[in-house]
């Protein structure tokens, strides 16, 4: 729930307008209408001013954005450029993956640009929230 806090206030912090939370993705409001104290101790009130909507699937996410923006996966899979190399002056929907799992296969095989943030010591991935801060900063450089 926190790294879901820490991604709404990365997002505020770099003018993202908004996020889509979705499938098991904890959301700033739970299905009873309560405010999630985890999330927005994170958020520091970010949850307030960045949109954000839940969807079921990403491909429903995917439908939202699609006339306005190219959806990219930011995944380690075989035919991903290192994420100095996109051009982010593209309108881009960045999908990032699960803690554990990461992109799902068939968001991969949907979604054909794919960009990755390389890895140089033996773990595989890096904290969500961590990634999300990298990709959007440099989104904006």
Partial sequence: MENVGSILR??????IEKIFCVGTTPTPIDRFG??????????L???KIVDWKYTP????ALRACAH?????????????????????????AFIFGNEVDGVSPE??????KHIAIPMF?????LNVAVAVGIILYKSKK
Avoid: F, M, W
């Avoid at 309560?34 to 958020?43: G, P, T």
């Avoid at 996966?73 to 075989?78: G, K, M, Q």
């Avoid at 968001?107 to 054909?112: A, D, G, R, W």
């Fill in 57 to 60: 699937t990403t491909t429903d």
């Fill in 10 to 15: 990365t997002c505020e912090a770099v003018g």
């Fill in 68 to 92: 306005t923006h190219t959806p990219v996966c930011v995944e380690l899979s075989v035919t991903a450029i290192p994420y100095t190399e996109y051009n982010y002056s593209i309108p881009t």
């Fill in 121 to 125: 010591g033996k773990k595989e991935s």
């Fill in 45 to 47: 009130g970010a949850e």
């Fill in 34 to 43: 309560r405010e999630v104290q985890k999330i927005n101790k994170a958020s």
């Fill in 107 to 112: 968001t991969l095989l949907q979604v054909k």
